[in-house]
């Protein structure tokens, strides 16, 4: 929650430097859509985490950005040969390189990995219906929009916490709390500018990498190491980027 007060203060300055007209209730409508699909996707996940292995919910919360692939090309986005590939071997990389071997696995009793495997599809496709709405509401108004959905996730959020918001107490280390809700905020700002510029199809993958740079950073700088899987899904995923790259 802290977090995500903090991105909704950089939404606020973004707002003020920004500047425009409101959306209208159809734009507003479907910026909303995305903010419960982006809360969706977080509380499925987190679920997801809670009754079942990490190793599992990791790579299928990896898979959202199938959906707006689907989206774009029912819409008339055209993709090459090289483009498909580019887009399945990326994507498939970012789901291996989500996978963490955990060596607890086989001894630790998870509540209901089946119910934890439902989640992490329920939470794919809600982050998936994050990456389609969002964009279609920012061609209106890019700054109200990420305004707009990040209202509409904070209640989501807000209602599914209850009473455990009164839990939350502000302390020294709340201020390092606030950096991913600001470096949440400058990658949504990125998509939805990449997305002006390119195919929602192919830049909704490229955009879902995240897991490739988050293990990559552990391994450069907390001397993590990488599982065969894990490396492969490396490869995969960069060759996977050459190849739209190179398109």
Request: aromatic letters at 6%; charged letters at 10%; a negative charge.
């Amino acid at each position: 929650m802290i977090s995500q007060l903090a991105a909704l203060g950089a939404c606020l300055v973004y707002l003020a430097a920004h500047g425009g007209a409101a959306l209208g209730a159809g734009d507003a409508a479907v910026a909303a859509l995305a903010g419960i699909g982006n809360a969706g996707g977080l509380i499925g996940f987190y679920k997801a985490a809670e009754l079942g292995p990490l190793s599992i919910a990791a790579p299928i919360g990896a898979l959202g950005a199938i959906v707006p692939v689907v989206w774009g090309i029912s819409g008339g986005e055209t993709v090459s040969a090289p483009e498909a590939a580019g887009l399945a071997l990326a994507l498939g990389g970012a789901a291996l390189v989500a996978r963490r071997a955990d060596d607890h696995d086989e001894e630790r009793v998870y509540p209901n990995p089946r119910a934890g495997v439902l989640w992490a599809f329920a939470s794919a496709f809600a982050f998936g219906v994050f990456l389609t709405a969002l964009p279609e509401a920012s061609d209106a108004n890019q700054a109200w929009a990420l305004l707009d959905a990040r209202i509409a996730l904070l209640v989501v959020v807000a209602a599914w916490a209850g009473r455990e918001l009164a839990r939350i107490r502000l302390d020294r280390g709340s201020a390092a709390l606030t950096v991913p809700g600001l470096l949440l905020v400058a990658g949504t700002i990125l998509y939805t500018l990449a997305v002006e510029h390119g195919q929602l199809s192919i830049v909704s993958v490229l955009g879902s990498l995240f897991p490739v740079f988050t293990v990559g950073l552990s391994v450069g700088l907390l001397d993590d190491r990488l599982s065969p899987a894990q490396a492969a899904g490396m490869v995969a995923s960069f060759t996977g980027i050459a190849l739209i790259a190179a398109s």
